[in-house]
């Protein structure tokens, strides 16, 4: 790997039109470390993501890859920089017209004139690095959900990329497959030293395994940020109920619809018993 990449977030406002999603971020996300950003579901994980890769621009603050200030780059070496990423987007976006083989060469033939057989050299390669490296020729319909998100891996590193952003890769996985996404980002962190590599995640299984560097997420800032055991040990109300899977208890006050009247049920199941005898 010639690269090696810090990502450092720098008081990083963002959001969509007038609405702030996260505030006050300051973080780094070491090279050569898996770091998971954590956080409940709508907390702006993906939207972080976005703005990692440059799909969006932050209201204020900086976005450092390798020291280099991604949103005051001129354009080329801005799109320079945005092709050092490999992302697995949540649903591993894959063009369904596509082989996987295809979808996997990608990043390759849009951008490069190689030819064609040492795209697919390239393509069987990573492929067999997930996997999957007997279902090139299938379409991403006969994959499973597993398969398409480890195909979707193999799409992000077909470059070679010194940076690996994954959204929820364990995300609506059972948990063998999911458990073999993880397996797979550790190997991927030992194949390529050096490499900095993202993954967002719900899922505290997935954390336990993989992550070197944890930054939780919640109420539009960072609660948490550092290694597996601080996360382990904190006494942080919101954070324990991450880490032991519980919720506060839900009040719906007083509402008096909270209550159905006898006579209401009663009038319901009679209808709905003659129209069960009825046929
Ligand atoms: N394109 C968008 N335009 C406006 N609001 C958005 C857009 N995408 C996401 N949001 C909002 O931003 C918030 C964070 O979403 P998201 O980053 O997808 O959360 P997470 O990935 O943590 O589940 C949510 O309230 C969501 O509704
Ligand atoms: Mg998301």
Redesign the pocket.
Known sequence: MRYSWTIELQDLRL???D?V?LENITATLPAGCISVIL??????????L?HIIGLARPFSGKILLGGKDLFSLPGKEFRLLRRRMGVLFQDGALLGALTVGENVGLPLTEHTDLPPSLVREVVLHKLALVGLADFADHYPSELSGGMRKRAGLARALVTDPPILLC?EPTSGLDPVSAAQMDDLLLDMKCRFPGMTIVS?SHDMASVRNIADHVLV?HKKNIVYAGGLSGLEESADPYLRRFLDRKAPRYSFGDDPRLTLSEETQKIMHQALDSRLERG
């Open positions: 959001g969509y039109g609405t999603i956080g409940a579901s709508g907390g702006g994980k993906s939207t972080l976005r959204d967002v997420l």
